[in-house]
């Protein structure tokens, strides 16, 4: 490098088992060492030869397109080294197009060296060549600014071009002879020999209707086609389109206007189009062919191959003998293959339509009546059920006559009548008529000549008439949803608040209007008051949900009807029914709506596929039905419903013509509904409770023992809201309970075989509710459960997996509850573990329910008494327990207080003898129980005797891959027949298998005799 900062370093390193007495002096330097510049490298020529192997010299200024050039470039090596070396040399086209690059040797002193590039010429008109020693600067020179050098050249080229084609007749007659002339010529300054010119018809070019998606830089090809183009959707966000052919020149652009528009693009030559897209980095664009219209070879009228000098021109004319009349798309290209380099390539082509004549069939004087009057287009309206008279006259204007035709009368694209076997002669015409029973709704009503294309004409564009037609009937529409509150009995009518209050009654007015051309008879309507809504289902089209079908329920005790809402639905005709709760199909939707059920249940049996997509809601409450009803077009009429209302958000919704019995204009104006508010006007409350005990009032500092009658007392009232307009006419009939709560009690459940199975058993005698606590809980994967079940064998409670586990039930009603393990195993849940459970200790309630009739600002008294047990009581006083009541204020309803109860009985056993105390085997035995009240109160108890045996069952299955595979069982003989229970010990379980370098899981289970 040229640096004046050189040095040498020598360093001796010694290898690791040299031990040396003086290690400092193993390192030395040498003088600074100064580098000078000793190169120099120029372009000093540029040649051009011919690259064909003759060596010709070429003149830069006057090169041809396509031909091959040898560039030779001279460059000068100044070298004061005593060595040799080497130098990039580059060659580039306008300074930044590569032509190629050359790594040059040099030998030591000065001197010169050449090097060639060879270059296929492919651009036409002035450029630069440049050449370029050392681009990357890899050698410290004499002088850097004598490194390039550069040529002007000039690149003649040919511009074939078609100018014009025309026909001689300009509109020959079927099964004629048409002279076509297509005027071409070489604008460029170049000789262009042997150029292929070729005439297409393209008028029976051929279709791909499938569908592809077109993102930036792919293509679509026809590998037959020599011309295509295509019917496409374009989507283009801040940017532009641009369509490219085989030979990559641009054909079309279209920029963000024509997004979600559909297109025909033009006429592109060759087997293949590219899009490409030009925008932001956050725009995007792409398109969604349709359907590909493409040529191929066989569709060709003419190929020839004129030779055309710079600045000529030619006329070459063809004939063509026609065949069947139309219209013809004529295509005339010059050099399709693209095999001669040119100026210009886009105006290579030219296109123009060749009318061959024949039969030609015209539809005229369309006319549309109904009951003898003359429809002129939607401005005329046409009444559902008239019976409409369509006429046309057909005229042949061709120079052929036309055999063998039909007229076809359509509504939309709904055939209504064909005549056939039509024919005409040139000039002549006919009259055709059909009658058509007009249905609601907007029409186009075509008269169409030769639909089936059975003629081959002139011109095939004129053959229809058509005309714009409204068709309707009746149309009723829910104008208005009212209500008025009707005054409490004895009140007189106050209209000062507009507000509807909690116990109100109000009547609900609904007014329908038939706006309409004709009247609406026989329908029905619905009102109906919404109580509660009960949630909702979702399903997604896109998701696999369970893959089988389902239920989905709701219920609502006391409602008299339930409405189904179906939104976004899928696919779901077959895949959905709707059920009342006696088991009756009620609807199998087929798309969006609202759907009656009667009684306060909707059981919904539902295909949870892919593929299958719906939302559900449900609502519960109360309605109103009106049947058999009319109304005259432009007349109204008013239904009402009374309603006794309570607090909450309570929409009203009218439903006209569910079941649609009458043919309307619109029906999604049969539906209305209204938002209804009603505000809290009552107030319960627990006022106070007291304790008492023979008589005197429990304070804080007094002894209750276990067995003392305790008797409470609570005072309950009824406020008002003195906004309420009739809030002294106010009143309720409060449901009111004194309770009784017993902290945890300790306890070791028995265990009951029953018909659902083996159950942990829970009893305590006077009890009202149990609850448990659960000291340890597990659920299997999947369908692990824990039950609980009353005596008479119903679940109150049920807990899964896909619930988790807890450590407590819910208030169970009754004194004795059953607790069982269950899997609930379906095709699609099974087991996966096994469920296990402890219950460590339980509480019970005792409680007194009363309905007690309040009225405005009133306050009344209950009373209870129970005997009491030893240990921490909650005694509570509530009213409204189950919040049927939308009230003023919620947190007043119950009042609370602990009672400790001390214990004074205490059972007790003393001794347990044998007689015989040794008993031989098959004897008699006396099985003696000495048991003792220590307490100082009465006590009642019960007392189990039990004998228990072990018995020593050795037994170790077989381990690892010896341990069977499929279900297996062992059976554990027992010696003592007369036993009620059996229970076993395990030392050991395992119950993992290693398979293939895969742990499985499997289940063991103990059975009864009864499995």
Known sequence: DISCYHRIKAEVMPQNSHIEDNSTNNTGYSDTVTVKRSRDFSVTNIEFFGGDGTNETLDPMDLRMGELATINATVNVTNLASCGGSVDVACYLDNATSIGSRTVSFSAGDGTVHTEFEWDVDVHGNHT??????????????????????????????????????????????????????????????????????????????YDDSSYRLTPGQTITRDDATAMRLHTWLYIQDGSIHLYDCQNQLIVSYNASFSKQVVWTPWVFGDCITMEYEGSALGWGEMQVHEIEYTTARDTIN???????????????????????????????????????????????????????????????MRVTANGTEINGTETVIAAGDIVNISATVTNIGIRPASNFSVSFCADCTEIANTTNLSLNMGESVNVSAEWNAVIG??????????????????????????????????????????????????????????????????????????????????????????????????????????????????????????????????????????????????????????????????????????????MSFYAGEYQRYGYLSIGTGKSMNLTMPQHVFTGDHPIRVFVDPENNICENRYENNYADMALTVHPSRDFTVNNMQ????????????????????????????????????????????????????????????????????????????????????????????????????????????????????????????DTIYVYMVEKMTSYNYVWGRTTFSIDKYRYRRSNHTTVPLVADETRSITTGWDVSAGNHTMQATIDMKDAVGEINESNNDICRTLHVEACKDPAILNLTFDPEKPAVGSDVVVNASIMNKGYRTVSFTVDLWAEKTECHPFESPHDEDFPYWDYGWEVPSTYPDADWMGIHFTRINMWREMEGTLLKRNLYVRDEND
């Open 129 to 206: 060549i440049t050449v370029i020693a050392d681009q990357e600067n890899e050698t410290s020179e004499f002088d850097e600014s004598n490194n390039a050098s550069s040529q002007s050249i000039y690149i003649r080229a040919p511009d074939l071009v078609v100018t014009n084609l025309t026909f001689d007749p300009e509109s020959p007659e079927e099964g004629g002879v048409v002279n076509i002339t297509a005027d071409v010529a070489n604008l460029g300054n170049m000789d262009a020999g042997d150029v292929n010119l070729t005439i297409y018809d393209c008028t029976d070019a051929m």
């Open 303 to 365: 190929t020839t191959n004129p030779a055309l000098m710079a600045g000529g021109d030619k006329h070459i004319t063809v004939k063509w003998n026609t065949s069947l009349p139309g219209e013809y798309q004529i295509f005339a290209i010059l050099d399709p293959e693209k095999r001669i380099l040119e100026s210009d390539e886009s105006n290579n082509n030219f296109a123009r339509t060749l009318i061959v004549r024949g039969a030609d069939l015209t539809v005229s004087d």
């Open 442 to 615: 907007n029409y186009t009503i075509a008269v169409a000549a030769d639909s089936e294309k059975q003629i081959h004409e002139t011109n095939e564009s004129n053959n229809t008439a058509a005309m714009d037609v409204s068709v309707q009937g009746a149309d009723l529409l829910i104008t208005d949803i009212t209500y008025t509150v009707i005054p409490p009995e004895n009140a007189t009518a106050n209209d000062s608040c507009s507000r509807v209050y909690d116990a109100d009654t109000i009547m609900v007015n609904a007014t329908i209007t038939d706006q309409g051309i004709l009247p609406a008879d026989n329908f029905s309507a619905y009102i109906f008051y919404e109580e509660k809504g009960l949630g909702g289902f979702n399903k997604v089209k896109d998701t696999c949900g369970y893959s089988c079908w389902r239920w989905i329920n709701r219920t609502l005790e006391d409602a008299s009807c339930m409405y189904v809402r179906i939104q976004d639905a899928v696919n779901i005709k077959g895949n959905l029914e709707i059920y009342d709760r006696n088991g009756s199909l009620t609807a199998s939707p087929e798309g969006d709506g609202w759907f009656f059920v009667g009684g306060g249940e909707a059981n919904v049996y539902f295909h949870d596929v892919h593929g299958v997509g719906v939302s």
């Open 691 to 814: 304790l008492f005990r023979n008589g005197s009032q429990i304070s804080v500092n007094d002894t209750i023992m276990d067995g003392d009658t305790v008797l409470v007392n609570a005072a309950i009232g009824m406020g008002i809201n003195k906004s309420d307009p009739y809030h002294e006419y106010r009143k309720g009939d409060a449901g009111a309970a004194i309770i009784d709560e017993h902290e945890w009690v300790n306890v070791s459940p028995r265990f009951k075989l029953t018909p659902y199975g083996y159950a942990q058993v829970i009893t305590h005698p006077g009890a009202d509710a149990i609850k448990v606590h659960f000291e340890e809980m597990s659920l299997a994967p999947y369908a692990g459960y824990v039950e609980i079940r009353d005596g008479n064998g119903t679940v109150q409670w049920s807990r899964g997996y896909y619930d988790g586990a807890t450590d407590q039930s819910p208030w169970v009603d009754g």
